[in-house]
């Protein structure tokens, strides 16, 4: 026997603990309500109740919601590569008094918990009339400080002769960072958009507290007030989840590696 | 020339800074001020600020959140991570399907925590959850999980007529609900960062110390464990101010909000129900300057004590 054996035996017990969950959901998805409420349950559905999908859709908005979420990430994510890019490309190339304190502020309040600031942010936002807008779940996300960092680190190791003949070539800042500095990064900025995605989908917090209405609910609030309406309706609540998780698992099996990255380099999740 | 180059540093910069200074240095400052009102400085808003802290100071349950707080990080962060580098040691090594372990470890980290607390509530349903009937098949009699404000010490001590209460409790079978799935959920994350550490780890330093005969677990202790400690240290760090912050699974999961009797009212989710339920928008306030000092102080506190013992090359 192969020596290595009781190692996999570990390993799977420990993948089958970490797939159990998603075999669940997708397994409860699938059963009428009155095979889910059975005890003992049954491991596989007897029918398999693909309407239970469309039933989900049919009771709340979610198509909607998901048109929200990919508004606010698409938003987001956009307004992060231009404020990022342009804020980087300042603090590692440009010369200008404070720029150092400047940083230095910036990543102070990167240090700063999340809920620390829900209260007074609520406040600035009603006073803006924003409250239940778009623009109160893209704006304030709009800079990411850590993104400034990851491209300032990179903006850096790009080598000065490249800047100095652009600059005979009498390019302007503008066009160094759109024709030099963008081709350059393109592994970075891709692992800054990728972020923004996996952070924007499932952000929940945040949304819950700025938006009210039904029709401005993103994704997950939208679940979760689905998981309230039905709170019994399990196979529904399934199907639901099943279908908000679908496209980033989808999209971690192409990307995984730089999904994993860009988590390691951030460390904390929201 | 100079000069136009110090315009145009600015000019990049004004967008990121006015989304800062607005949305985040501001609101700190809103946040900041109120803890100053308490020591009396003058202001329209001084009886309300000093009224906010004193009503926080002896608000029971205030306490009862800072308390299940305290278990719930207590108990996610060292199981997390005692289980992390079981498996990320076990993935230290040339074995078939590595890749394939680890992206299903990571699976959980990158779904919706909203959705996998749907799906945990119905996993941990007292009467028709998959756990309890599991428990079923091995005679076990099933716990009410979510709807269970026991607490776990409570549990294990009322054999030997002991009957802690309150915060000495420990956390509820509720809260351990919500424990686990933690555990589930960031168990991904903490491996692949233990595997980079582990990684650090040169192969002769192993070879050396098994010529010397050492046992599996001797070399964990005096050789893995020293090198990999300051990964150990970032993981606690980022895992407890992660954990310090969970908000969602409580929200979703537990029924009436907050769990039976509140004990899983952690602390930012009795932060949300001041601002966003109550709207005492100023209480809220005095409850994030708090938080905010308790994660600032956890960092400080592990850094001072953890750090020493963190042996870095």
């Known amino acids: 026997m192969n020596k290595k054996f009781p190692v996999h035996i570990l390993l799977a017990i420990g993948a089958f603990w970490m797939l159990l969950p998603f075999f669940w959901m997708v397994s409860t998805s699938l059963k009428t309500q009155m095979e889910a409420l059975r005890f003992p349950p049954t491991i596989f559905p007897q029918a398999l109740m693909f309407v239970n999908y469309l039933e989900a859709f049919r009771q709340v908005d979610f198509s909607r919601y998901f048109l929200n979420t990919i508004i606010m990430t698409a938003g987001t994510t956009f307004l992060v590569f231009i404020t990022s890019t342009l804020a980087a490309y300042a603090f590692a190339r440009l010369k200008f008094w404070g720029r150092d304190q400047l940083f230095m502020l910036f990543l102070a309040m990167m240090m700063i918990p999340v809920p620390v600031y829900l209260a007074p942010s609520y406040v600035i936002l009603s006073r803006f009339g924003w409250i239940d807008t778009f623009l109160a779940l893209i704006i304030p996300w709009s800079v990411n400080v850590f993104s400034i960092f990851l491209l300032r680190q990179h903006f850096k190791t790009i080598p000065q002769e490249l800047f100095d003949a652009a600059k005979i070539d009498g390019l302007n800042h503008l066009q160094v960072i759109t024709r030099i500095v963008v081709p350059l990064s393109k592994a970075i900025l891709i692992t800054v958009g990728i972020f923004q995605i996996v952070s924007n989908w499932n952000a929940f917090l945040w949304p819950l507290i700025v938006t009210h209405s039904d029709s401005m609910r993103t994704i997950q609030t939208g679940l979760a007030y689905f998981a309230q309406a039905e709170s019994t309706n399990y196979p529904l609540l399934c199907a639901a989840s099943t279908f908000i998780t679908a496209p980033l698992i989808i999209m971690y099996f192409f990307v995984q590696k730089q999904i994993m990255e860009s988590y390691a380099h951030t460390g904390l999740k929201e | ?313």
Not at chain 2, 13 to 37: C, D, E, G, N, T
Not at chain 2, 56 to 82: A, C, M, R
Not at chain 2, 138 to 153: S, T
Not at chain 2, 272 to 291: D, H, P, R, S
């Open chain 2, 1 to 313: 020339m100079s000069h136009r180059k110090d315009f145009s540093g600015y000019l990049f910069i004004l967008p990121a800074l006015l989304v800062i200074l607005v949305f985040r240095f501001y609101p700190i400052l809103q946040a900041i001020r109120m803890s100053f009102f308490k020591w009396g400085m003058a202001g329209p808003l001084y009886t309300v600020g000093l009224k906010n802290f004193s009503r926080l100071f002896i608000d029971p349950k205030f306490y009862q959140s800072l308390g299940n707080t305290f278990w719930y990080v207590v108990f996610v962060v060292p199981l997390t991570i005692i289980i992390s580098i079981f498996f990320a040691q076990l993935l230290n090594q040339k074995i078939r399907g590595r890749g394939a372990y680890r992206t299903i470890y990571y699976l959980p980290v990158v779904t919706s925590i909203v959705a996998i607390s749907v799906v945990w509530k119905w996993i941990f349903n007292p009467d028709r959850g998959i756990l309890n009937a599991t428990f079923g098949i091995f005679g076990i009699e099933g716990l009410k999980w979510l709807n269970d404000a026991r607490g776990v010490f409570e549990i294990m001590l009322a054999p030997l007529n002991i009957e802690p209460s309150g915060f000495f409790a420990g956390p509820s079978i509720a809260l351990l609900a919500l424990i686990i799935m933690a555990v589930w959920h960031n168990i991904g994350y903490c491996v692949i960062i233990a595997l980079a550490g582990l990684q650090n780890v040169p192969g002769q330093y192993y070879e050396a110390a098994k010529i010397d005969g050492a046992s599996t677990w001797k070399i964990f202790r005096h050789v893995t464990l020293p090198i990999i400690s300051p990964t150990i240290f970032y993981l606690i760090i980022t895992q407890s101010i992660f954990a310090f912050n969970t908000f969602t699974p409580v929200y979703v999961m537990t029924q009436p909000p907050g769990g039976p009797l509140g004990t899983t009212k952690l602390v930012v989710f009795y932060l949300y129900e001041q601002a966003f339920k109550l709207w005492n928008l100023g209480y809220a306030n005095a409850i994030a300057f708090v938080i905010f000092i308790i994660i600032f102080l956890l960092t400080q506190f592990q850094r001072r004590f953890i750090e020493r013992r963190v042996h870095y090359e």
